[in-house]
């Protein structure tokens, strides 16, 4: 391994080291001397305290490091350091970008287009099916759905992307061995399979409150641009939307009622940038410049008359099972199977209470 | 001086003779039992003593030594006063002589001489006809509860003074009614229909499933949806209990004390509803005597779990074994009991903590956490053992108010009726009589899909997210679905709706 890699990591094995502190190590020993090495003997009074720089010396053993190494690797993490040809060009570009990403799955996806779908942790109806329609879409064009593997509008970005065989990346806000929430393990480890998460921090390092915006940084810095489907006032979406203004990335936000809690935020953003109104997939994909045309748009399933009939009344908000029984008059022993089967095939969504909406 | 006389005792829901021997002999006057009796037949002495003089009979003044055979079994309750009494009576000669010979006595004496009613009737009864025992005295009370056993003849009485009166001849007693179950049956209504109920469509189809199929069933729903009124209705539309079903229930329930004694017998199958603070004991069964649980008292009916995550988890947990072989056995310090617990199971519960998720008229006020949890609280074993999963909307004010009646109860249960009778032919000559219950090898032959179906099973599998374990539930679901519309094989659409009922095993719902 390189020197200057080897330096970048073994730097991020102190959790103490502020990101302005790492720069400033790696900028104040030349590029191919072993930090490691040398910090015992260098004189840093001022940016490491006596402690720190102990704790330092006493991982200072190249078999310490080696170690460290192996144990990564028996974890399938592999780290990509700023300088490595494999780390996204557009990551450059911002004026913190991560020293190291460490990524578990395909790395390919690194240098793919990217879309950040990010938004509210308590998300209602009206999120999931916005952030099913838009991540399908965005799928379908071939982007790359980013998102933090939080609860929420993040789980469904996550779990659309790969229903749709489509491509996706979580970024985690604390090391890779520490999933947060752990209620989404199984997801985390679903996406490693062939897509990808990754993590600025070192693999045992746990997730602090501070650092999930340091997280949205990097979602929005991966990304083209970032869409926000449902998101409260305080909502860290918010965060993220910060960043891509700051890296100069596109922002997409999805109107919702003034009434509802969880829509604050998007309709703020919208009041604030009203260009970053988007009202359906489409209209965003064009404006990210896709040429709708070449998208493949799902044949039109064929409907018989009851089908169409319950298409027409679910159409424009969501109904229950009774409204729908009492409405079309089908009996429940039939409507019960119809209603699955045109959710399998992808016309409507079931929602929480038994009610149906058009997808 | 010797008197013999034959009782009877119960160990579970089963009798067994007891033979009471007693013993008059010159000495200083006393009265002792012997034969691991309990205080209830030791404290007899005093009510034996006080209705015998109060029925203007004479008190021996004598040693009176009662014993209860067989000697090593432990005796309790309070049915052996009668026999004891008549015992000492014919020992001092008041009765004549053989006299006592022929019946099997039961009682307990009040202190004027009145006969009070016994619990347990119906299943000493019965054990007795199958030991060959054909006489029978026992209070007037409990006289209904006879009656439905045919081919013995029962005297039930008033006092002390009557039965002396009728075992010497001296008066004639009439013989017991005898009553038919079919007449009974006919003439019951039930209180609970499923005509009162307003809406909620898919709810009661999914009961009818449940009901065609003998499967457990969840339901799933904002509090004031109508769950527990569902519940109840429940019952309405299984099908009527046989003469067999019904007598292991009156027996179950003549045990624990619960049976309508003006009714004789349980003609409604049991809707036992146990609160959630219910402690294992409760549910299981056990005590000091081994008393029937909230199990075996649904037995061949409905337990109703009311908030089912409520309840403390090894609580309900013990639940499964018994779902599985439909017997419980109590084992006790005195004894061991084995009590039946064929039950179908109806749970409810709120699809979040505070009851709202989804709700269209609440905002839901959970985090994902606190509803993760929640769910979390019923295991994968015993979700595992629940075939459908309902979910009950809640109900809009337009439907409360209008008023026409809705398909009734009776209409429910033919449809119900016609399903199982397919079903008993099905199963024929094996222990199985509903798709609930079949076996492995039931399963592999008469749950076969054709390709268009495991395609389409394949499908809903992959897009719906569903675990492994609702395979076979959907498949025994359909099943059902497929009888109640009469058809030899599982279509597509039935399968369609099967998959519908599964709504908790998708692997996330958020």
């Known amino acids: 391994m390189e020197i200057f890699n080897k330096n970048i990591i073994w730097l991020d094995m102190f959790p103490f080291l502020t990101y302005a502190k790492r720069v400033k190590l790696l900028s104040i020993f030349s590029i191919n001397k072993d930090i490691a090495s040398a910090i015992e003997t260098a004189n840093l009074d001022g940016i490491l305290t006596e402690q720190e ?121 604390g090391g890779l061995n520490h999933i947060y929430p752990a209620s989404n393990y199984n997801l985390a480890k679903t996406i490693s399979e062939n897509n990808l998460i990754l993590s600025e921090l070192a693999p045992e390092i746990n997730p602090q409150a501070y650092q999930f915006p340091l997280r949205n940084r990097i979602i929005a810095g991966l990304s083209k641009a970032v869409l926000i489907t449902e998101a409260g006032a305080k909502s860290g979406a918010l965060h993220t939307k910060e960043y891509a203004l700051d890296y100069g990335r596109d922002i997409f936000a999805v109107p919702g009622k003034i009434t509802s809690e969880t829509s604050a935020g998007t309709n703020q953003i919208i009041f604030d940038y009203p260009t970053s109104i988007t009202l359906n997939p489409d209209d965003m994909l064009s404006r990210l410049g896709v040429d709708n045309k070449k998208i493949q748009k799902t044949a039109g399933v064929q409907l018989d008359f009851n089908q169409q009939l319950v298409l027409n009344y679910i159409h424009a908000e969501k109904k229950t099972f009774q409204q729908i029984c009492e409405y079309t008059k089908i009996p429940a022993s039939e409507l019960n199977g119809m209603l699955l089967q045109m959710e399998l095939e992808g016309i409507i969504t079931k929602l929480a209470n038994n009610s149906y909406i058009k997808s | ?109 009040a202190l004027n001489g009145e006969i009070r009613k016994l619990n347990g009737i119906l299943p000493m009864l019965i054990s007795a006809k199958q030991m060959g025992y054909q006489k029978f005295i026992i209070p007037k009370e409990n006289a209904n509860e006879a009656s439905f056993i045919d081919k013995i003849d029962v005297y039930p009485v008033d006092n002390l003074k009557q039965v002396v009166s009728f075992l010497n001849g001296e008066l004639v007693l009439q013989k017991n009614n005898n009553k038919v179950y079919e007449n009974a049956l006919s003439q019951h209504t039930f209180a609970h229909d499923f005509a009162y109920v307003k809406g909620q469509a898919s709810a009661k189809r999914a009961m009818e499933i449940a009901a065609a199929g003998g499967h457990n069933v969840i339901l799933i729903g904002p509090p004031g949806a109508g769950k527990t009124m569902l519940a109840k209705c429940f019952p309405s539309i299984l099908p009527d209990m046989t003469f067999e079903e019904s007598l292991e229930v009156t027996k179950i329930h003549s045990v624990a004390g619960l049976l309508d004694l003006k009714q004789g017998i349980v003609l409604e199958r049991p809707f036992r509803s146990p609160h959630h603070t219910a402690t294992l004991i409760a549910l299981t069964g056990g005590g000091l005597k081994a008393k029937p649980g909230e199990i075996s008292l649904a037995h061949n009916g409905v337990l109703f779990l009311d908030e089912m995550p409520e309840y403390a988890r090894n609580t309900i947990e013990t639940l499964r074994q018994p779902m599985e072989d439909g017997v419980i056995t109590v ?180």
């Not at chain 2, 310090?333 to 699809?351: C, D, E, G, K, R």
């Open chain 1, 53 to 173: 720089k102990l704790k330092m010396v006493a991982m200072s053993a190249p078999d310490k490091f080696d170690a460290y190494l192996l144990k990564m690797q028996n974890n399938n993490i592999l780290p990509i350091t700023i300088h490595d040809a494999r780390y996204p060009a557009i990551l450059k570009d911002i004026k913190d970008p991560p020293l190291c990403l460490y990524c578990r799955g395909n790395l390919q996806l690194l240098n793919t287009p990217c879309v950040a779908v990010v938004g509210t942790r308590k998300l209602t109806d009206y999120g999931v099916v916005v952030t099913k329609q838009y991540v399908e879409n965005l799928c379908k064009a071939d982007f790359t759905i980013v998102s933090g593997l939080a609860a929420g509008v993040d789980s469904i970005a996550h779990r659309t992307a790969l229903e749709n065989e489509g491509k996706t990346i979580a970024v985690l806000a």
């Open chain 2, 1 to 109: 001086m010797l008197s013999k006389i034959l009782s009877f005792g119960l160990n579970g829901i089963n009798g067994y003779p007891v033979e009471i021997e007693i013993d008059l002999n010159v000495g200083l006057p006393g009265y002792e039992v012997v034969g691991l009796a309990d205080t209830a037949i030791k404290e007899s002495k005093s009510r034996v003593k006080a209705a015998i003089k109060n029925s203007t009979f004479n008190y021996p003044i004598h040693k009176i030594i009662i014993n209860l055979a067989p000697a090593d079994t432990k005796k309790e309750g309070s049915m052996y006063d009668l026999p004891i009494a008549l015992g000492i009576l014919g020992a001092q000669g008041t009765l004549k002589n053989g006299v006592l010979k022929d019946y099997v006595i039961l009682g307990e004496l």
């Open chain 2, 331 to 510: 084992a006790r310090n005195a004894q061991t009991v084995q009590y039946p617990a064929n039950f179908i199971l109806v749970a409810s519960m709120n699809p979040c903590p505070c009851g709202y998720y989804g709700s269209t008229t609440h905002e839901c006020k959970c985090t994902p956490t606190a509803i993760h949890k929640y769910l979390n609280k019923i295991s994968g074993p015993l979700l595992d053992r629940i075939d459908l999963h309902i979910e009950v909307d809640s109900i809009a004010y337009e439907d409360l108010t209008h008023y026409d009646l809705e398909e009734s109860s009776a209409e429910i249960k033919k449809r119900v009726n016609a399903a199982r009778q397919v079903q008993l032919e099905r199963f024929k000559g094996s222990n199985t009589f509903s798709n609930a219950k079949m076996s492995e090898k039931d399963f592999k032959k008469y749950c076969t899909i054709d390709d268009k179906c495991s395609e389409l099973l394949e499908t809903a599998f992959k897009k719906l997210n569903l675990s492994a374990r609702a395979y076979n539930r959907i498949l025994k679901v359909a099943r059902t679905i497929a009888d109640l519309d009469g058809k030899q094989n599982i279509e597509a659409k039935h399968l369609l709706e099967a998959i519908q009922y599964r709504s908790l095993d998708k692997k996330y719902t958020i």
